[in-house]
């Protein structure tokens, strides 16, 4: 009997990769942007508010992948999702890497542009770290796949996880904490006791968890509560100093657990019941079926708009931004369907 198809986590699939290109948009001038309250600080609303799109890619993937109903084998994983991956990554790091070793603007290949091309195309464009991320989660998931047929075990794991891979790394970004505390915690890496994990196994655990009315909007009203103060956290710090840092927002702040699993937590409930039969749930779901190809390829749009000098500051951030995303991801969507008609590249690169 075919397994019932759960479109919710189609629109969270196409939700969380406009969501990462919206982050990624607003990065075209996030860095180099006067620091003030405009327009830096509306790039920094854009940045925060998509930064859930990770941990809910992870989440989605815990879920399918832990899941006790479906049948998940070492083999299959070493024989069908690492190929495909390595595969994927391959080709798309090497035509990122033609451009940015300067191989077009080269007349030859001396003055270190293949040993350039070499480099960046093994070690990959910047947003392809998601690809090692996930792969190595795929590699344990035959290890960790019995905890997700204990509810206690999920808990405890999930509690211990996040105090000591998030609460107090993030505390120890609080100097008058971290000078007490430091000489401890300084003598064990508490961010590799779970790391990506903790995403991993929440996705399985409030994909099943039935919760109560009380429980959800408590969940979204800590998640809105992160996002508000990660934001004028990271706005206080970066505009006092006039200098751009992540660390306040990382994946790994304890603030991004809580808005990824609220935002996880809120399409669930909402999107449960949604009508397959749509015009738009049909394209929902075709664009959720080409969401890792749209997220090899969207920053060819990128590199675009930044050579067209198209950036989200030359007119007003809040419309820019939305604007720019919108396109990047109608292009990104267009390669992948293109791609998607062609034998051999459709089953392997994206």
């Not at 397994?3 to 986590?9: A, H, I």
């Not at 970066?238 to 200098?243: K, L, P, S, T």
Request: with cysteine.
């Amino acid at each position: 009997m075919e397994k019932k198809r759960e479109y919710y986590l189609d629109i969270a699939r196409v939700v969380s990769m406009f969501g990462v290109i919206m982050v990624h948009t607003g990065a075209i001038s996030w860095y180099s942007a006067p620091f003030e309250i405009y327009p830096w600080g509306v790039l920094n609303i854009f940045d925060l508010l998509g930064r859930f799109s990770v941990p809910v890619f992870l989440m989605i993937s815990g879920y399918l992948f832990l899941n006790p109903k479906r049948e998940v084998r070492a083999f299959d994983i070493f024989t069908k999702y690492l190929p495909r991956l390595l595969c994927a990554y391959m080709f798309w790091s090497f035509l990122y890497a033609v451009i940015t070793s300067g191989l077009f603007t080269s007349r030859s290949l001396s003055g270190g542009v293949l040993e350039k091309l070499l480099h960046d195309t093994v070690v990959g464009h910047y947003h392809m770290w998601y690809i090692f991320t996930i792969a190595g989660l795929y590699i344990i998931t035959p290890a960790i796949r019995p905890i997700a047929t204990d509810r206690k075990a999920l808990g405890y794991f999930l509690l211990v996880s996040f105090v000591l891979t998030y609460v107090i790394p993030t505390l120890q970004l609080i100097p008058a904490v971290s000078e007490y505390t430091a000489p401890i915690t300084s003598r064990f890496e508490l961010r590799s006791i779970s790391g990506y994990v903790f995403y991993y196994i929440a996705g399985y655990y409030f994909a099943t968890q039935d919760l109560t009315i009380k429980t959800r909007k408590m969940i979204y009203a800590v998640g809105i509560l992160s996002v508000l103060a990660m934001y004028f956290t990271v706005t206080t710090i970066i505009i006092r100093q006039q200098y751009p840092t992540l660390v306040y927002h990382d994946y790994s702040n304890a603030g991004m657990p809580l808005f990824g699993i609220a935002v996880f937590v809120f399409l669930r409930y909402r999107f449960q019941s949604v009508n397959p039969d749509t015009r738009i749930m049909r394209v929902v779901v075709r664009l959720s079926k080409m969401n890792l190809g749209i997220y090899l390829v969207h920053d060819f749009g990128l590199i675009l708009f930044k050579k067209a000098g198209l950036s989200p500051v030359m007119g007003t951030p809040f419309i820019m931004v939305p604007l720019l995303a919108i396109l990047d991801f109608a292009i990104s969507a267009f390669v992948v369907y293109v791609v998607s008609h062609i034998p051999v590249l459709k089953k392997w690169i994206i």
